[in-house]
């Protein structure tokens, strides 16, 4: 019997988790305008303002025994007994006589009970505030009167994460809190040259309260038995240096049955910096802003209506698209999770999650354009100012940098440069936008390059220069020059590193470095195609560009083909790479799936080749592997690929990202049951019950699962950050389920298993509602052959954009 963790409850959309110990902390996030957090299913985790590290709030511990240290931690303490115990399990591990956690979406709900006490924590960041709140409620289930003390507590960190995490000479010198009206504030360096504070507030009236963690936890004590909450008294210390804490101390006394609600709130309040202190000159923080929004967010009424303010634009967001397929993992993650994830990433692009610190990432350009593959259709809004941002970056040349930080939007060198795939992402999302809007105009909008006044043209010709880069340099075969790496990061082919420990990402490159990447081509080839439609758009002909992917696919063909897949690259010698000339890494995944999904091949049998040594040769019952065989020794000419063990990471993982592009191309050539077979292999929710294996969480998906030359083939690692969110909703719903939206309308052209009836779909589009229904005989493979809307048949399967407001029936039928 596979063990599992707990259950999906789709109509709350929700996972329910029903025991703390999980593989893996199995996290959330908190937040979806400026105020974050990550919280897992024991209340771990951490709150950061804008940017996780510039901004961080409260403290967390990566790469620590035991795990998921650091949390929004509540103790409760029986003080007729003096036992003690975490309703949220951690950190005190006392055994619950029942647990539950619910992640939804943006919020977490901790239930448990202990000594005849429920208690029940809802955790979320209100729609519009800097703040999170914390909603415990308490009851007494016991015959007799219960009384009580909570604890509530939260470790600050001194603002700029890895400053925190590092210089102990200063810090532990520098910490300052304010203690007023029972509000908990941290202070640190406002004095000086900030003008934000953090704020910890309770809704009841204290009986103590503790701001030095030293004092709160006892010498040589760590969270799981603070001396504090052992004793039933809190210290009352106020924090001069070292390490800065929130702890609030309430006694309860509950009749039987009788239950009551505890509010706190965790919130981040700026001040204008000529009134930062009140009375001026005088060095105290101004409080009025904060304390208005703190004696808001503690009334009972407020945190009831914020909570369903959330969960109502959840609806509306998810209204976007709703499948009703024979399928209960696809529905579960097309209707709920996938796009959940798609907003996370485009919010924390690699930044924030148990796998990345939060300090060493801004957002990536690269990923930030695809992140928004997955999240155009959600919120166009919003992608609209991520696109203008993420142009606005862009260099002169065309080229771009490989990131830029989210409080500054600037764009910088700090994990690297020169990847020469970078700039062509932004076409296929100013593509992906433009084909879910239609808003044409933002082509002419002014946007700078770098960010440089006096700069700007318009966005279209941001989008010319991205592929004029690509142009501008190619190499012997006519490919592209792959410059530091390709999607592929650690593919570095003029890097030639062979000293310890040095970063592939931003050691000097070799200046003559010719090596190409077939990846690159095939995702120049897309990239043209796309521009030559915008052109057209303009009034252009988009004839120039068309030529040019034209040109390309010739090289492909010419240079990139094998005789039975695509290659991969030329490296610096001009040797080839993913060749079966090769001893180790023959074939790689990437150039199959972007080469096809470009068009390379689909009519002369060659795309179907190569997606059949996919098949063969890449495969897994967990999903397709990057690469095959994997690199078993460093080669100093390939780069990081080959420094990862064998079937981890990009050396032969299944590296999920790469694997929704298979689908797509499967569905391109018309094989629904491939494509289907790829997507649930790395479904979460189809993996549910292998959670033991796989230990990421069975709602998300997961960047990698290690590959079938590792040791630990099926498990999964990297979970929530990656690009793998956005192209597997595109996949299934765009190519599988086929509702694709292009320039001139809604495109229906689904690509199902052979065993589907058919499936039904409610598409918002451009204002207006879409109610789709596709059927087709069980048993049957193949295309639409008719599709009518309102009744009426139409030529082709592109159904025109209606009127905003209006709703379509429209019905296809394979046949
Ligand atoms: C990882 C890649 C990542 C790169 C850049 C490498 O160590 O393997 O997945 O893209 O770092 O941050
Ligand atoms: C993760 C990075 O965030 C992404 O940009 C890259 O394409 C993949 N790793 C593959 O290396």
């Not at 919010?347 to 801004?362: A, I, K, P, T």
């Not at 992140?371 to 203008?388: I, K, T, V, Y």
Request: with cysteine.
């Amino acid at each position: 019997m596979p063990v599992r963790y707990g259950h999906f409850d789709d109509d709350r959309r929700e996972y329910v988790i029903t025991r703390p110990d999980t593989p893996l902390p199995w996290i959330n996030y908190l937040g979806t305008e400026a105020f974050f957090g990550i919280i897992s299913n024991t209340a771990g985790g951490y709150s950061y303002y804008r940017d996780a590290r510039l901004r961080r709030i409260t403290r967390y511990r990566y790469n620590n025994v035991p795990a998921d240290t650091g949390g929004r931690y509540i103790y409760l303490r029986d003080n007729a007994s003096g036992a003690y115990w975490s309703p949220s399990w951690q950190p005190t591990q006392r055994k619950l006589d029942s647990y539950e956690c619910r992640h939804g979406l943006s919020y977490t709900q901790i239930s448990s009970a202990y000594l005849g006490i429920r208690a029940q924590t809802l955790y979320f960041v209100p729609i519009g505030e800097t703040l999170e709140v914390w909603r415990l409620r308490i009851r007494n289930e016991r015959d007799e009167a219960a009384r009580l003390s909570v604890f509530s507590s939260v470790e600050f960190c001194l603002w700029n994460a890895q400053d925190d995490a590092v210089n102990f000479q200063r810090n532990y010198s520098t910490g300052e809190v304010d203690v007023s009206g029972g509000v908990i504030y941290h202070t640190t360096e406002y004095r000086e040259r900030r003008n934000h504070v953090a704020y910890f507030a309770c809704s009841e009236p204290l009986a103590g309260f503790d701001t030095q963690r030293e004092e709160f936890l006892g010498a040589y004590r760590g969270w799981d038995r603070p001396a504090a909450v052992e004793r039933g008294e809190s210290g009352g210390s106020i924090a001069h240096g070292w390490a800065p804490v929130g702890s609030h101390h309430v006694r309860l006394t509950l009749a039987p049955g009788e239950t009551r609600e505890v509010i706190f709130v965790l919130g981040y309040q700026e001040n204008p910096p000529e009134g930062k202190f009140d009375p001026p000159g005088s060095g105290v923080v101004q409080k009025k802003g904060a304390e208005q929004v703190i004696s808001r967010w503690l009334r009972p009424a407020t945190v009831t209506d914020g909570f369903e303010q959330l969960r109502e634009s959840w609806t509306a967001l998810l209204g976007t698209l709703r499948v009703d397929t024979p399928d209960a993992d696809t529905n579960r993650m097309v209707n709920i999770w996938n796009p959940y994830q798609c907003l996370v990433t485009f919010l924390m692009s690699r930044s924030v999650s148990l796998f990345e610190s939060g300090v060493d990432r801004g957002m990536g350009f690269r990923d930030s354009n695809q992140d928004l593959l997955g999240f155009a259709a959600l919120a166009p809004a919003r992608a609209r100012a991520r696109l203008l941002d993420l142009a606005s970056t862009q260099l002169p040349t065309g080229g771009a940098y490989h990131q830029f930080q989210p409080l500054t939007k600037r764009g910088n060198n700090d994990i690297g440069s020169g990847f020469n795939d970078d700039p062509l992402w932004l076409v296929l999302a100013a593509a992906a936008y433009l084909k879910e809007t239609g808003d044409a105009g933002i082509l002419d909008e002014p946007v700078p390059y770098d960010n440089e006044p006096g700069s700007a043209t318009p966005l279209y010709e941001h989008l010319e220069r991205a592929v004029q880069y690509t142009l501008d340099r190619l190499g012997p075969h006519s490919l592209p020059l792959i410059g530091r790496a390709d999607w592929n990061d650690c593919l570095n082919l003029n890097c030639f590193s062979d000293t310890p420990g040095e970063s592939f990402q931003t050691t000097v490159n070799r200046a003559d470095g010719s090596a190409e990447s077939v990846f690159i081509a095939g995702l120049f080839i897309l990239a043209a195609r796309e521009l030559a439609g915008l052109a057209q758009l303009r009034g252009g002909s988009g004839d120039g560009y068309l030529a040019a992917a034209d040109k390309m696919a010739a090289a492909v063909v010419e240079h990139g083909w094998d005789g039975a897949w695509f290659r991969r690259a030329y490296d610096y010698f001009g040797n080839v790479v993913g060749s079966s000339e090769n001893d180790e890494g023959q074939i790689f995944v990437e150039p199959q799936g972007i080469c096809v999904l470009a068009g390379v091949g689909v009519d002369n049998g060659i795309a179907t080749r190569a997606l059949d040594s996919v098949r063969e040769r890449l495969a897994t019952e967990h999903g397709i592997v990057l690469v095959h065989p994997a690199y078993r020794r460093y080669h100093v000419e390939l780069g990081e690929i080959s420094s990862y063990p064998p079937g981890y990471k990009e050396n032969a993982s299944v590296f999920c990202h790469t694997n929704p592009w298979v689908m797509i191309a499967e569905a391109m050539v018309g094989r629904g049951d491939a494509a289907f077979d790829y997507y649930q292999r790395i479904n979460p929710s189809a993996r549910e019950s292998l959670s033991e294996l796989h230990r990421c969480e069975p709602y998300v998906y997961a960047q990698m699962i290690a590959g079938k030359e590792a040791a630990t083939h099926g498990e999964a690692k990297n979970s929530w950050l990656t690009g793998t969110a956005a192209w597997n909703l595109v996949a299934i719903t765009q190519w599988i389920l086929g509702i694709r939206a292009e320039l001139d309308g809604l495109r229906i052209d689904p690509v199902l298993p052979a065993a589907w009836p058919g499936f039904t779909a409610t598409r918002r589009f451009r204002g207006a509602t879409y109610e789709i229904s596709v059927r087709k005989p069980a048993g049957l493979a193949g295309r639409a052959s008719l599709v009518s809307v309102d009744g009426e048949p139409i030529e082709g399967t592109l159904v025109p954009p209606a009127a905003p407001g209006s709703t379509v029936i429209v019905e296809a039928i394979v046949s």
